[in-house]
């Protein structure tokens, strides 16, 4: 197995900071906060980091639930808002 190397949320960002996507997110964060109840403000939250993680979002949610992008069997899932497929 591959060792982990440590790291950073910012290492799964592979959007590039164009003025439309920082428009979007802007929109999806101001959008998303006028909704009454936490499970409406997750999905606004992952199309967030959809957004900015593109292909690499699947490994950013393992990595967020589990602090590592090989979690075992014994590792123990760490909940936050990703929303449930």
Known sequence: ?????????????????????????????????GYDGAHHKDEYFEAIVKLLTGDRFEEFKTFYCYGTTMPTEDTEAVYGWIVED
């Open 1 to 33: 197995m591959t060792e982990q190397t440590e790291l950073e949320d910012r290492d799964f960002i592979t959007a590039e900071p164009t003025a439309d996507l920082l428009t979007t997110l802007l929109e999806l964060a101001t959008e998303g906060g």
